[in-house]
T-cell receptor, first 109, second 113 residues
Framework: GIQVEQSPPDLILQEGANSTLRCNFSDSVNNLQWFHQNPWGQLINLFYIPSGTKQNGRLSATTVATERYSLLYISSSQTTDSGVYFCAVVSGYGNKLVFGAGTILRVKS | NAGVTQTPKFQVLKTGQSMTLQCAQDMNHNSMYWYRQDPGMGLRLIYYSASEGTTDKGEVPNGYNVSRLNKREFSLRLESAAPSQTSVYFC????????????FGPGTRLTVT
């Protein structure tokens, strides 16, 4: 099945810093989503982005489907950005959402 | 518009007990899903339902049963709980098939002793 790799596994930032999280996937995809899991365990939809670029406030995402990767940009990070960021995909031939292992982000004040 | 709701939020079971996790969505979505999340990992699909009256196995279905009661509700049943089923369970829904954006409930934290 499709493989999803996220990097880095851990990231510590000072408040106000910018960061880029990466998601590599091994096959063509019909669906790619970025989620933020906050410290209370809630999964928050950030982007639905099987291709192209989207922006939402301080966050933006780009998926280059032909090269099989997606990037999540966080600018001017805040302590409330802390948590785990997951990338999840559905392959072009598959029928299930496959999650990466996540990037743990800690933003210090 | 509550989105996806799950009950209960927390549950502790003894080995061998049974229970049903409830999920409901008010977005008129056709597809619904059950996932589990173990510590330090992403979510894994247990079962899904592409439409009312249909269910299919996901990646980790053993030890679970599901019922798509109607378009709104999708329940997950543990007939004889085992410690290996200690996990956080998430329900999700999407408008159509799994290529569509999925929306998740708040989760149920289950501990089996």
């Amino acid at each position: 099945g499709i493989q999803v790799e996220q990097s880095p596994p851990d990231l510590i930032l000072q408040e106000g810093a910018n960061s880029t999280l990466r998601c590599n996937f091994s096959d063509s995809v019909n669906n790619l989503q970025w989620f933020h899991q906050n410290p209370w365990g809630q999964l928050i939809n950030l982007f639905y982005i099987p291709s192209g670029t989207k922006q939402n406030g301080r966050l933006s995402a780009t998926t280059v489907a032909t090269e099989r990767y997606s990037l999540l940009y966080i600018s001017s990070s805040q302590t409330t950005d802390s948590g785990v960021y997951f990338c999840a995909v559905v392959s072009g031939y598959g029928n299930k959402l496959v999650f990466g292992a996540g990037t743990i982000l800690r933003v210090k004040s | 518009n509550a989105g996806v709701t799950q009950t209960p939020k927390f549950q502790v079971l003894k080995t061998g007990q049974s229970m049903t996790l409830q999920c409901a969505q008010d977005m008129n979505h056709n597809s619904m899903y059950w996932y589990r999340q173990d510590p330090g990992m992403g979510l894994r699909l247990i079962y899904y339902s592409a439409s009312e009256g249909t269910t299919d196995k996901g990646e980790v279905p053993n030890g679970y049963n599901v019922s798509r009661l109607n378009k709104r509700e999708f329940s997950l049943r543990l007939e004889s709980a085992a410690p290996s089923q200690t996990s956080v369970y998430f329900c999700a829904s999407s408008k159509g098939h799994q290529g569509d954006e999925q929306y998740f409930g708040p989760g149920t934290r289950l501990t089996v002793t």
